[in-house]
């Protein structure tokens, strides 16, 4: 079993929907978990970064962490086109500076 | 946030030369960078840790001597892919961390799309 497993979709959605993207992991040392937006032939930009179990908000974005069920997400609202990238979840144990990555999910937005 | 920069952004180069890329953190000192590499829709890969004024922490099944990493300052850490081969070919990132403890984040760069012809 993968340390994290991330559906790598496409998952396609209409202008507008709520998306919801989903990581789960195994390793229950990881205490640190980030969400990551990369544009074709980008580097990754970061979109969310929390610690904690609970939900974290930031405009339409809003990500959620269940460390119990080693299950984390990212909610768009009001999705638009523009937001057509692949996104990666991250994580890392407490003093490790090494990422654990997700493969990626690839989301589609469609006018 | 913080501002990693990484350049060439493409390079095409002949198989056998090498190539240098370079990344910059611009904001921010960092004594640790991270190299990636990454396949078409396959995740990044971490091939190497970048340590400040001492050698670099490969991952295992990384050629040391095939990717050389220099990391001479705070803010400058270079791979060089020696010998270049077709298989080299790929994007390579990097990332800087800002902050400590809890409040530490990975930035990257904007990659750097290697061809080897």
């Known amino acids: 079993q993968k340390e994290v497993e991330q559906d790598p979709g496409p998952l396609s959605v209409p202008e507008g929907a709520i998306v919801s993207l989903n990581c789960t992991y195994s390793?229950?040392?990881?205490?640190?978990f980030m969400w990551y937006r990369q544009y074709s032939r980008k580097g990754p930009e970061l979109l969310m970064y929390?610690?904690?179990?609970g939900n974290k908000e930031d405009g339409r974005f809003t990500a959620q962490v269940d460390k119990s069920s080693k299950y984390i997400s990212l909610f768009i609202r009001d999705s638009q086109p523009s937001d057509s990238a692949t996104y990666l979840c991250?994580?890392?144990?407490?003093?490790?500076?090494?990422?654990?990555f997700g493969k990626g999910t690839m989301l589609l937005v469609s006018p | 946030g913080a501002v990693v920069s990484q350049h060439p952004s493409r390079v095409i180069c002949k198989s056998g030369t090498s190539v240098k890329i370079e990344c910059r953190s611009l904001?921010?000192?960092?004594?640790?960078m991270f190299w990636y590499r990454q396949f078409p829709k396959q995740s990044l890969m971490l091939m190497a840790t970048?340590?400040?004024?001492?050698?670099?922490?490969?991952e295992q099944g990384v050629e040391k001597d095939k990717f050389l990493i220099n990391h001479a300052s705070l803010t400058l850490s270079t791979l060089t892919v020696t010998s270049a081969h077709p298989e080299d070919s790929s994007f390579y990132i990097c990332?800087?961390?800002?902050?400590?403890?809890?409040?530490?984040?990975?930035?990257f760069g904007q990659g750097t799309r290697l061809t080897v012809v």
């Open positions: 390793n229950s040392a990881f205490q640190y």
């Open positions: 990332s800087a961390e800002s902050g400590t403890g809890a409040n530490t984040e990975a930035f």
């Open positions: 929390t610690y904690s179990s």
């Open positions: 991250a994580m890392r144990g407490s003093g490790y500076s090494t990422l654990t």
């Open positions: 970048s340590n400040e004024g001492s050698k670099a922490t490969y």
């Open positions: 904001d921010f000192q960092a004594t640790t």
